[in-house]
């Protein structure tokens, strides 16, 4: 039973589309079989919008809370509200793929989420901002961390260089920069990333 649904779309299987159909032994394996839920995958092409379609969360929330705080992998949409209940409740994440965006007013909540995932060892950003404080974060919270792409990404703040070799001599080869914020021109941000490396901490 847990072979067949498996094979099914998680969103599917949290709808209940087939499965309330089927039988009640169905729909508890459904619910309460955390094997299904060690990998979460909900993302969906929608989740290049900006606007979330309605019920995400709750959706999100319920294929974690089936996981019964075993999820070692999620992929999907995510906002800072929801990284936080995921690292509340699935402690040994190793995987994080967010597939919509993060925005600049979720800095301080993203950053305390980091933090409550020391066992991460892949992040993939799929698109919106990283901060560098993040990027702080990671390297202090997360040691088992050895792929990190935000290469969909854009750093609207400058990189020190402390902060780069820190980056690429704990992450190596699995880690991709975020792009550069555009609407500066190349001499100013010349100068810009001169005066960051001297002060950067």
Do not use: N
Not at 19 to 42: G, Q, T, Y
Not at 79 to 104: C, E, K, N
Request: proline residues 4%; glycine residues 8%.
């Amino acid at each position: 039973m847990c072979a067949i649904l498996s094979r099914l779309p998680q969103a599917d299987v949290l709808r209940e589309a087939g499965v309330r159909l089927a039988c009640k032994s169905w729909r508890r394996a459904a619910v309460e079989e955390d094997l299904l839920w060690r990998r979460i995958d909900l993302a969906a092409p929608e989740d290049a919008d900006r606007d979330a379609p309605a019920g995400w969360k709750a959706m999100t929330r319920a294929a974690v809370d089936r996981s019964a705080g075993r999820c070692e992998s999620y992929r999907g949409r995510a906002d800072a509200d929801f990284l936080i209940y995921l690292g509340d409740s699935a402690p040994s994440l190793r995987s994080l793929h967010v597939t919509s965006s993060l925005y600049r007013g979720e800095g301080d909540l993203v950053t305390a989420a980091i933090k409550k995932l020391p066992l991460l060892e892949q992040l993939v950003l799929s698109r919106g901002i990283v901060k560098k404080e993040w990027l702080v974060a990671l390297l202090e919270h997360c040691p088992r961390l050895e792929l990190l792409d935000a290469g969909g990404c854009v750093a609207l703040e400058l990189i020190g260089k402390r902060l780069v070799e820190r980056c690429e001599s704990r992450i190596g080869k699995g880690l991709r920069w975020p792009q550069r914020g555009d609407g500066v021109c190349p001499c100013c941000a010349m100068r810009a990333q001169i005066y960051v490396d001297e002060h950067d901490e």
